[in-house]
């Protein structure tokens, strides 16, 4: 199984400003993805943080909000940019290997309350 | 994608099992249909998975129909820790190789002393 380090593991952040949380492995991985969990909802998937290129995006993310680095395959980061309280939620990084069949290890979470 | 349908609600009272349902009647042959839960305020915990035959670990067993449009995933012995919500996902393969989870909503699992 992998080691998941998520930082911070909360904060609160005054609207307008941004918020980049960190996600370390301890090993190395191939995929890694970030999701958002809004207060009372399910797990949605922002995008796949792709190694030395540009993360993938679902629909209704944009990476102008959403930017994400993936320096190496350990590490990630997410900024949540431009905060408004609409962006109050837990933000989770999760890592999973690249064969079918494998599961998927998620950190605790940020949770992100915008003021 | 293939989807998942889960009740919405459970309960069971601590010290029996605890039968999970999840209808997934559009998976396809190479998907497979994992578990996973999530305690209050933490990160989705993997639990059990499995593509066709039944699998057992030492939290759960999971359970497959014969034709795969459903599982069941059993907890043997229902203990207060194992209150959460549970989430079966049909995981997903995509053309660039995107090992990609949906969630749904889940059930919320509650155990009763």
């Known amino acids: 199984s992998a080691v998941i380090s998520q930082k911070p593991s909360r904060d609160i952040c005054q609207r307008g400003t941004s918020l980049t949380i960190q996600c370390q492995v301890d090993?190395?991985?191939?995929?890694m993805f970030w999701y958002r969990q809004q207060p009372g909802q399910s797990l949605t998937l922002i995008a796949t943080a792709n190694q030395g290129s540009e993360a993938t995006y679902e629909s209704g993310f944009v990476i102008d909000k959403f930017p994400i680095s993936r320096p190496n395959l350990t590490f990630s980061t997410l900024t949540v940019s431009n905060l408004s309280p609409e962006d109050s939620s837990i933000y989770l990084c999760s890592v999973a290997p690249h064969r079918p069949g494998g599961e998927a290890f998620f950190g605790q979470g940020t949770r992100l309350t915008v003021v | 994608d293939a989807k998942t349908t889960q009740p919405p609600s459970m309960d069971c009272a601590e010290g029996r099992a605890a039968n999970l349902p999840c209808n997934h009647s559009?998976?396809?042959?190479?998907?497979?249909v994992y578990w996973y839960r999530q305690i209050h305020s933490q990160g989705p915990q993997y639990i059990i998975h499995g593509l066709k035959n039944n699998e057992t670990n030492e939290m759960a067993s999971l359970i497959i129909t014969e034709d795969r449009k459903s599982s069941t995933l059993i907890l043997p012995h229902a203990t207060l820790r194992d209150t959460a919500v549970y989430y079966c996902i049909v995981r997903v393969e995509n053309g660039a190789g995107s090992y990609q989870l949906t969630f749904g909503k889940g059930t919320k699992l509650s155990v009763i002393p």
């Open positions: 559009t998976i396809s042959g190479n998907e497979y």
């Open positions: 090993s190395q991985v191939t995929m």
